[in-house]
């Protein structure tokens, strides 16, 4: 009986179990499937050749300190060279340089192999979080991309990924890392930006960081064709250079220690430390032209501080839910000034309580206008990002834009308020200036809660929290104008 086409084909391969033991280089690349289990049949099964055995595969090499432009093995693109991580020759902060390859595409969304989340390594051991946070050695990293000149906003994610320099043999945990940040509305026609990533949980010493867009359309800054030279400095008023450099060696160092874009450290603690000393010597020289007692006073204004100052961290801490707690809330400083400041009126300050309350509230007027400007070099209470020329270049210490100026506008509506209880204070006396002093403090609240408007994230802990405020500081600045008009 002649034989079908089909079982012609059939015994051309042979049964299942010698078909599932021959290698299927068409489709797997030239490597052999892994042997099948043998499936019964009708008749006996010619047995399958044995495969020949894996070579061992050969020791990891130690990566060079040296190699300051490797990429690290999985992340490279065939046939170009993705952007490499740069940095400036004396330690600042990193930025990226485009690779001749051009942009990069988008990747995979799982890290590459041998490459671990960053924060899996474990931390100091014995501290608790929030020592073991501030002890810990870190690594920051900067991209700088190209936003473009027109659109709308746009969500760019750029990945980091780094190997420890000196690594030898196979990686260990925390010697290896990659990490995506992610940013909404970045708003074209607002200049370079610069997105940072912070890593926790790494080794301490030298690292080979590299950094690329996964968002497709988004490239490195400076775009092509622009002169490198032109293009490394920011637009104005705010003159801050973009490294140029060809190492791509980063060391972790300490919170304090990092360096971010467009972020000053310490200048806020020596902002405000700087306008609590003015406001302490403006009130002894207010007192001693008054020729009234300056002890006493100047010892419930500095009790006041010291409760602005808890008030301003345990507001923060309340209002990230025990999250973070390297943060002040100005409305906590506030609180906690005019509770002391109203207990010493009710108290007796040893001097009038109008005297006290108007040279208390001057004093405060003037701090706040010399320490505000120290959040926006210290990258709180950050503005949102604008194309507009009011803008100016700032940092939330996260991402680095021309944003709308909310702490220098705050530290303006305090300095004006400042003069004009002021001059009010000198022309009727430090005795009648009672009713000047809640009217400044009123109309400074007032106008505060404009220009939260123009913050990047504003308080939303109440729906209409800033409409309340608002109108219980005009109905106070109303009612303190009157009193100051009948007096």
């Not at 079908?4 to 490597?31: E, F, I, L, M, V």
């Not at 990230?320 to 207990?343: N, P, Y």
Request: net charge positive.
């Amino acid at each position: 009986m002649p034989r079908s086409k089909k079982s012609k084909k059939n015994h051309r391969r042979g049964t299942p179990a010698a078909r599932a033991a021959q290698p299927r280089a068409g489709r797997d690349n030239g490597q052999a499937a892994p042997p099948a289990a043998p499936a019964p049949a009708a008749g006996p099964a010619p047995p399958a050749a044995p495969a020949p055995p894996a070579a061992p595969a050969p020791p990891a090499a130690p990566v060079p300190a040296t190699a300051l432009l490797t990429v690290p093995p999985g992340l490279r693109r065939a046939g170009s060279s993705r952007p490499v991580l740069a940095i400036e020759a004396g330690g600042g902060y990193a930025t990226l340089i485009p690779g001749p390859g051009g942009p990069a595409r988008p990747v995979q969304a799982r890290p590459p192999d041998g490459y671990t989340p960053a924060g899996t390594a474990p931390g100091p051991e014995g501290l608790p979080s929030w020592a073991a946070k501030a002890v810990e050695e870190l690594l920051t990293a900067t991209f700088w991309l190209d936003p473009g000149a027109h659109g709308d906003p746009f969500t760019a994610t750029i990945r980091f990924s780094g190997r420890w320099a000196e690594a030898t043999g196979k990686p260990q945990p925390g010697g290896t890392f990659w990490q995506e940040e992610t940013v909404e509305g970045i708003v074209p026609g607002s200049g370079p930006v610069a997105i940072t990533a912070e890593v926790r949980g790494i080794k301490p010493g030298p690292w080979i960081v590299t950094a690329w867009p996964v968002t497709r359309g988004v490239r490195s800054y400076p775009p092509a064709g622009e002169d490198p030279a032109a293009a490394r400095r920011l637009p104005r008023p705010r003159r801050i250079a973009i490294p140029d450099g060809s190492a791509a060696t980063v060391r972790t160092t300490s919170l304090l220690r990092t360096k971010v874009p467009g972020i000053i450290r310490f200048a806020y603690a020596s902002l405000v430390s700087l306008g609590v000393l003015a406001g302490l010597g403006l009130e002894a020289l207010l007192l001693t032209r008054g020729h009234l007692a300056v002890f006493r006073p100047l010892l419930f204004s500095a009790a006041a501080v010291l409760a602005g100052v808890i008030g301003g961290k345990a507001w923060y801490i309340a209002a990230q839910r025990a999250r973070k707690f390297d943060g002040w809330c100005v409305q906590g400083f506030i609180t906690g000034v005019a509770a002391v400041v109203a207990a010493a009126a009710v108290a007796g300050p040893g001097i009038p309580p109008g005297a006290f309350l108007g040279e208390t509230a001057t004093a405060l007027l003037v701090g706040m206008a010399i320490g505000r400007p120290g959040c926006f070099w210290a990258g709180c209470c950050a503005g949102r990002p604008t194309a507009s020329r009011r803008g100016i270049w700032s940092s939330d210490r996260r991402v680095g834009c021309r944003r709308e100026p909310a702490q220098l506008l705050e530290a303006l509506a305090a300095l004006i308020i400042a003069v004009v209880v002021l001059a009010v204070v000198l022309a009727a006396g430090l005795p009648r200036s009672g009713p000047v002093a809640v009217a400044g403090l009123a109309g400074y609240t007032l106008s505060r809660q404009f220009i939260l408007g123009l913050r990047a994230d504003p308080p939303r802990h109440w729906r209409y929290g800033r409409q309340a405020t608002a109108a219980v500081a005009a109905l106070a600045l109303i009612a303190s104008a009157v009193l100051l008009a009948r007096a």
